[in-house]
């Protein structure tokens, strides 16, 4: 399994990121994806998942501001981030649960400065 996160960067404050994760090594398009972010000295936060069918679900942090999204024959999935806060810097991953266990992307860094 493999999960490749790019995107990240250098954004101002009400600025917009596109992240995008190539997944590889498992059936994608039957799996529920997911993107978190762990800033430093705090714990990794669940931030979106979108399943098989489609179906979001927002972390309120960032509910209206972000959007997941997924390209099965790709085998991708989005994150689509707007009005960009400095509290949203952070490192950023995409996950995928198979059966028990939870795999992870290497992370994609995001910093909001001004």
């Known amino acids: 399994v493999q999960l490749q996160a790019s995107g990240g960067g250098l954004v101002q404050p009400g600025g917009s990121l596109r992240l995008s994760c190539a997944a590889s090594?498992?059936?994608?398009?039957?799996?529920?994806m997911g993107w978190y972010r762990q800033a430093p000295g705090k714990q990794r936060e669940l931030l979106a998942t979108?399943?098989?069918?489609?179906?979001?679900n927002y972390a309120d942090s960032v509910k209206d501001r972000f959007t997941i999204s997924r390209d099965n024959v790709k085998k991708m999935v989005f994150l689509q981030m707007n009005s960009l806060k400095p509290e949203d810097t952070a490192v950023y991953y995409c996950?995928?649960?198979?059966?028990?266990?939870?795999?992870w992307g290497q992370g994609t860094q995001v910093t909001v400065s001004s």
């Open positions: 090594g498992f059936f994608f398009s039957i799996n529920a």
């Open positions: 979108i399943t098989s069918s489609r179906t979001t």
């Open positions: 996950q995928v649960a198979l059966g028990s266990r939870d795999y």
